[in-house]
């Protein structure tokens, strides 16, 4: 080797140089948390199963869902132990009754969603959660015509009494 210096230490056997080391790291982190997230999708299943049918418990599971989806990281917060989907929507009945106007209390679906996440110690980067929803469908765009202006056909039903006699 010419008398230079090399700057590559030979490993022993057993041992990983500093890119196996990086390699195996960012590898393992990542398996961790697709674990967890596979543990927090779960989760979830499972209440939305013991609750069966319940619109609301199915909105809130299927949107924190589609969230861990979208932020691996939360699935760390769903995994809590004393938190749910039925606790969560009591958070967010409290902070209803809260806006209580006369005898009714409403929240806006980002208002809801972001209550949700609150309640299970998600914090949101400033902005509203996103609520994924359907855009209503027009079945056609053509305006129809008033049935007042509409032309009407021009048959005449014409009978005498003795045809019915």
């Not at 749910?84 to 969603?113: F, H, R, W």
């Not at 855009?135 to 032309?151: G, R």
């Amino acid at each position: 080797m010419d008398g230079k210096e090399h700057a590559i230490a030979m490993t022993h056997e057993g041992q990983m140089n500093i890119f196996e080391a990086s390699y195996m790291q960012e590898h393992t982190e990542k398996w961790e948390e697709s674990k967890m997230v596979e543990q927090a999708m779960a989760k979830l299943q499972a209440e939305l199963r013991v609750n069966g049918v319940h619109p609301y418990v199915s909105a809130i599971g299927n949107f924190l869902m589609d969230h861990i989806k979208d932020n691996p990281s939360a699935a760390e917060k769903i995994m809590t132990k004393d938190k749910t989907i039925v606790g969560s929507m009591k958070a967010m009945s409290k902070i209803a009754e809260k806006q209580k106007v006369d005898n009714c209390a409403v929240l806006t679906p980002e208002q809801g969603y972001k209550a949700v996440l609150d309640y299970f110690g998600i914090k949101t980067a400033g902005t509203a959660p996103i609520v994924k929803a359907v855009a209503p469908v027009t079945l056609n765009d053509a305006p129809k015509e008033s049935v007042a202006t509409a032309p009407r056909p021009t048959q005449r039903f014409e009978a005498s009494l003795d045809e019915f006699l």
